[in-house]
């Protein structure tokens, strides 16, 4: 800028800031600004139209956006007819390409000052330009390696939840249900409706990525559309979408148009396919149908395992039993023979010792009896000797008893009563038979029987005689 | 059996499957070594024990994904947990 005079006051010259020129007039400064800023070079400038207002006045306003900044801007509503587009057609949103230099309205005492991209030209952004931005973003980011983390999460093969950003109304809807059907997967679908084309589409599909990762529990979340051109996908492009996509926990599937419309949201994705058939078998990687059947073929081919496992065992050990049993066998039927033969033998043992023993004890007998026999004839023998010497010993016993028994008849015969009263003696008996013994008794009985050898007579005492005598 | 060549169920104690690719590669491993009849008996029932634990973990996470396609939207789903929003 070129140096300004310094402005002056009534009083005297001004004070100046140490280090700094002035201080000058600041219209005097915008207007030198506004100068100097226009000698910037013409450029043409890509972006997003963001805060679009045609109104009555001589400018239409609105500003330029991409995700690294923003510029004002405003045409001559003369310039923004020349241009030959609807109003209709030019809406927040659009990618355009404007044409023109910085401009400065210096403003003024009851003005504001603006700094502004004057716009001459401007055009909807073409497919050229689209593509070179989208070259120049693909750089960018995968300068800041944004896409590899996606395709480093582990993705399930079998997720029992799936997110699906789509169009409500969209075909891509519903192949991707075909899809899963025909893996035979019947599990839950998440669906975050977002436009998938306007102006509106990058932030809405934004946010229903955010929301399906942070509040719907999903295990994977598809976003897909179908084909179109460049600037038909150009939502799916969005550098603040790839950069939220890239950094998210939650894998994502892209199946945004088709292979040869490769977007930016496929670079950062966790798995790019070309059709939403498809991204429903990257997200159920397991064909759920055959599974199924190859677990139950598993389970069939344990059982059969495990079964055929243990009947050869059974077998094994059944043959290696058989011999030690045959052995036992073999000796049970030789312990049995034995013992068969040791009973006959015992028996026939017992039989033979029982005739010997019937021998013997007959020949034992039949001494025993010879034996009897002689000492019984001994016996008799003897038996008659001593017969014959008792016989003798008897007789002189007799004879010596009969002799001693006379001697002793004679000595009784001299005592017996009998002899006494045949001599001529009597004696006195009671009434009862009993002898009566001294004249005391004879007086006392008064009255008794005389017993002579030949007979009784009764007799009495009589005292008669006595008393004559005995009387004075 | 552990001392045996090629044994795959040495641990006493198998840890439960986490994911249905694991219970699978678990279970494709213990019927090959069941098929190489080199298993001994007791490494084979323990084998068909942790087989049967995976085939049932298995047919769990394929059941999970076969009771009738259920589909939601994220808006309701955001609704309820968050009223307000």
Known sequence: ?472 | MSTEPGAVAAEPMVPPPTSYEAAVERLESIIARLDSNQAGLKETLALCQEGKVLIEFAAGELEAVDRGLEELQLAELIERLEPSR
């Open chain 1, 1 to 472: 800028m070129d140096a300004s005079e310094p402005s002056s006051t009534a009083t005297g010259a001004p004070v100046a800031v140490a280090g700094y020129p002035g201080p000058f007039p600041v219209g005097r400064y915008a207007l030198k600004l506004r100068d100097r800023l226009r000698e910037f070079q013409r450029v043409a400038v890509i972006g997003e139209v963001c805060g679009l207002r045609i109104g009555r006045g001589p400018n239409v306003y609105f500003e330029l956006r991409d995700q690294q900044g923003a510029l004002s801007c405003a045409m001559w509503r003369d310039d923004f007819d020349r241009q030959g587009l609807a109003e209709d057609a030019f809406a927040d949103g659009l990618e355009v390409v404007a044409a023109g230099g910085l401009d400065f309205y210096p403003g003024g005492p009851q003005a504001s000052p603006r700094l502004q991209f004057r716009v001459r030209e401007l055009r909807l952004a073409g497919e050229g330009d689209l593509l070179a931005r989208l070259a120049r973003l693909r750089r960018e980011l995968s300068a800041d390696g944004l896409f590899e983390p996606q395709k480093l999460l582990p993705r399930p093969v079998l997720p029992r939840r799936i997110g699906v950003v789509t169009s409500r109304d969209g075909a891509a809807r519903r192949d991707l249900l075909a899809g899963l059907e025909r893996r035979g997967w019947r599990g839950t679908v998440v669906w975050g409706d977002a436009p998938v084309q306007d102006r509106r589409a990058a932030a809405a599909i934004r946010r229903s990525v955010r929301d399906l990762a942070a509040f719907a529990d999903v295990d994977v979340i598809v976003v897909c559309r179908g084909g179109g051109s460049i600037a038909d996908l150009w939502a799916f492009c969005d550098e603040a979408l790839c950069r939220e996509i890239a950094v998210l926990a939650v894998p994502v599937i892209s199946a945004v148009g088709h292979e040869t419309d490769r977007t930016l949201i496929d670079d950062v994705a966790a798995v790019s396919c070309s059709t939403p058939t498809h991204a429903a078998e990257a997200a159920v990687p397991l064909d759920c149908t055959r599974a199924r059947e190859a677990v139950a073929a598993h389970a069939r081919r344990l059982n059969t395992l495990g079964r055929a496992a243990l009947a050869s065992r059974a077998r094994t050990l059944a043959a290696s039993s058989r011999a030690p049993r045959e052995h036992l066998d073999r000796h049970r039927r030789r312990l049995h023979q034995l013992t068969r033969e040791m009973r006959a033998a015992s028996a026939r043992g017992l039989a033979g010792r029982g005739e010997f023993q019937r021998r013997i004890a007959a020949l034992v007998l039949d001494r025993k009896l010879e034996a009897t026999r002689v000492a019984a004839a001994a016996g008799r023998r003897s038996l008659g000797a001593n017969a014959r010497r008792l016989a003798r010993a008897s007789e002189g016993i007799g004879r010596r008893r009969s002799l001693a028994l006379g001697a002793q008849a004679a000595a009784l015969r001299a005592h017996d009563p009998d002899r006494t009263l045949e001599r001529g003696f009597a004696v006195a008996l009671d009434d009862a038979g009993e002898p009566l013994a001294g004249v005391a008794a004879l007086r006392e009985a008064g009255s008794f029987d005389l017993q002579l050898s030949d007979g009784r007579v009764p007799a009495q005492v009589d005292d008669s005689q006595e008393r004559e005598r005995g009387a004075p």
